[in-house]
Structures are given as C-alpha cells and as structure tokens.
C-alpha cells in the first residue's frame, strides 16, 4: 500500500501538467512550460516547442523535438493532424537542410509518413518531387500522389489535376471538375482558367457571365493574366488602372504597357523617368519588347547597343534589324548577315528585303540569288514598294528564276505605284524593247496584282510564279 501511494505522488504532477495541456493551448504556455510538458512526452507540447525553437532559430533542436511530436505514440501523443504536420515540416527541413544535412531521401521518407497520417500538404510536396524526378513528366505515381491530395480538398493539387485533364482527348469534364474545386476553393489560376474556359466554350457552355465572373474573382487575388485580360479590354484612362495592378501583381506586358504610356503622354501625363522605370522592370521580368523601347531611350550608342544586343537575342525583329545595320556599319557583314535573317525568319518585311541585298550582293557570305528572290518576294507580297522593283530586276536578268520580261514589267508597275523612280526608269527601258500586246498584258497583270496585294489575297501558288 506505502509503495502505491508513493507510486501515485510520483506521477500526480505528470498528471497534472497532462491535464493542463489537455485543458489550455499550447501557445499560452511559457517556453518552460513547454519543455517540460515536451520532455514528460506530451505530444502537443513537443511538436509547439518546436516551432518556437525554429522561430529564434534554433534549428537542431526544434528538429529533434519536431520528430518526437511526429514518432510519439500512445495517450500522451498528438493527435493525427498534428503528428502529420511535424512528420511534414521534418521533411521540409531535411529538404532544405535546416537543423540537419540536406537529405531528399529523408526528405521523402517523412512526407511519406506524413502523407499515411492524412497530411494533404505531404502528398502534394510528394507529387512536386515526384514531378521533378521525372523531368517534369506528371507519370502515374505523381498523379496518384496529387490525386490523393486532391481528395483532401488541397487546391494546389486540384488545379494540377485539371490542368493535367485539361490536356487530355476527352477529358474535359474532369478538368471542369478539379479547376471548379480549385477555384471555389479561391485558388485564383483556377479561378482564370476557369474564366477563359467559360469565355471560349470549352468543356462548358459558352458563359461570358460567368467568364468575367471568374476573371473578377483572379483579378481580386491579384492574378497577373486575369489583371491583364480585364485591363486590356478597357478603354482609355479607365485602363491604366487595371495595368497598375497588373504592373504591380508582377505581369512583364502590363508594366510594358504602362513604360509606353508614361513616355507617351496621351493616356497619362507624360513622365520619362516613370516610363524608363517600368519598361525597366519589365524587361527584368523578361520582356524584350521592353528591352527594344528601351534601346530607342538612349542617347549612349553602348546603352543603345546593349540593349538591342538583348532583345535581339529574346527576338525581336526589330531589335535584329536595327542591330543588324549597326553591324553593317562598322563591317561586321558575317554578323549582320545572320542578324537579318533572323529577323527575316520572323516576317520582319523591312529584313525581308535587306536579308535578299545581302545574299545578292554576296555580303556576308556566298550570293545566293534563289535565296534573294525568295526574300524579295515575301517583302514585295507586303507591299514594299523597293522590293517590287527588286523583283523586276531579278525576273528582268533572269537572276534566281528563269528570265520573264512580262513579270518583271508587271512588278516595275507596282513598284512605281508610290513613285519609285528606280521602278519608272526600269519599266520605262523595259517598254522600249516589248511589244503594244506585252504592254497591255504586263499592265492587266499588274493590276491583277495590285488588287490581289491589296486585299492581302495573293496565294502561295501565284508567288510561285511571279
């Protein structure tokens, strides 16, 4: 009987400080408290006296304490949820290394755990890592793992899945089914693809209620595309608005717009130091369209270069161009050369036409009159009046086609249409040496032409044979 009594005043202040823990939070206890609540095995204690340790930080310990909480067991231990939450942060620290070495096994091996304690966020981070390892494949274990996260109501997962769905034949009912989840859930990619899909009929009826439904609730979130789309679609100064918070969400075109419109001054007051700024932080959200209106913001020919040279690079063809006659300019032929035919790659109708110079002339590299014809023609297709007359030329000599009088005089009239004197010299020493008949059919082929061009109609079949 003595030793059952004393037995008892041995464990009644265990006991006591159980039925306090049971009875407060955790979070009102002193940091003393904790510790010993923590080391008489309670559960709860273990796993708060972590993260308080982790927020100082003191890392090994909170570690040490946070796999306690996880690996406890019996009736002082935690309940589920939390266990699943420390076994989860473990993981997130041997991720990271924090508190040990970095390990992604240990790493996963704790998720794992986790996630058959019911941790949602576990088997998320799982199919992340799962992800990764595949080089970014979604193969069937990482969408059993998103899937079993999804499940649980775990957002991020859900708009995985329907994104997932959404590119498979057939499938759009299910991605309907995850983005909805996703999105009542307020995960705001959901909440735009969802827009979008409203907006275009797809897996859904065609809604633009319920397509600008969706975009408000994004934009509200601050989603940067659904910012961009409700902004590009007002007018005037009740745009700029909606480009500012889609600047600030972080979208590179919004900032761009907004560069544009402060060094321009008509939607806004002009501000040229404002408008730098933005196009500046757009082209470091990798815009290169930014990184083009700000070479033409410099008065420093290296300024200048420097960001030509980068938005050449992110292609565009404007940049390529006006690089490519810089290059031109000091000599550098061989790099000029491939500046205009990256640009010309593009449909730049200007490079179409200095590209085929230099395979003509043979600068750069060997002359290439096929080659040259065939940019000449898609700038000539475009109306460019200089061109026009380039194709003349060549149909005249006979260079990169067969020699055709009647086509080249048909294309010395359009080129003249402007007042291209080159051309009207051309046809008119042209002219000396036909026939009333070939001036008559050259002019009704001309004309064909003419209306054709106009009308942007002229089919790849007839290039073929101008």
Known sequence: MWILLMAYRALLPILVSNMLIACTTTTSLTESELAQAAQQGQGKAQYELANRLAAKPDYPEAMRWMKQAADQSGPLAADTDIRGKAALQVGRWYQTGLGEPKNPKLAQDWWQRSAKLGNPD???????????????????????????????????????????????????ADAIEWLEKAAEQGNREAQYRLGLRYEQGKGVAKRA???????????????????????????????????????????????????????????????????????????????????????????????????????????????????????????????????????????????????????RLGLGGEADYVQALKQYRLAANANYRQAQYRMGTMRERGWGAPRNRLHAYAWYLLAATDGNKDATDAGNELEKGMTKQEKASGQKLAQHWFIKLEKGQLSEKMQDNT
């Open 209 to 359: 209620d319920l397509a600008l439904r969706w975009y408000e609730k994004a934009a509200a979130q601050q989603q940067p595309d659904a910012l961009l789309l409700l902004a590009s679609r007002a007018r005037g100064a009740e745009a700029v608005p909606l480009y500012q918070r889609a600047a600030d969400a972080g979208a590179p075109q919004a900032q761009l717009w907004l560069g544009q419109a402060y060094l321009g001054g008509e939607v806004v007051a002009q501000d040229l130091a404002l408008g730098r700024y933005w196009l500046e932080l757009a082209a470091s959200h990798g815009s290169h369209e930014a990184e083009y209106q700000l070479s033409l913001q410099q008065s420093d020919p290296a300024a200048r270069e420097h960001w030509l040279t980068l938005a050449a690079k992110g292609g565009v063809s404007q940049a390529q161009l006006a690089l490519a006659k810089l290059q031109q300019g000091r000599g550098e032929l061989v790099a000029a050369r491939q500046s205009l035919a990256s640009a010309a790659l593009q449909g730049n109708v200007e490079a179409h036409y200095a590209y085929g110079e230099m395979l």
């Open 122 to 172: 576990a088997s998320y981070q799982l199919g992340l890592a799962c992800r990764q390892q595949h080089q970014g494949k979604l193969v069937d274990e990482c969408l059993d793992w998103f899937e079993q996260a999804a499940k649980r109501d775990h957002a991020d997962a859900q708009l995985v899945l329907g994104e997932w769905y959404a590119k498979q034949p057939g499938a759009d």
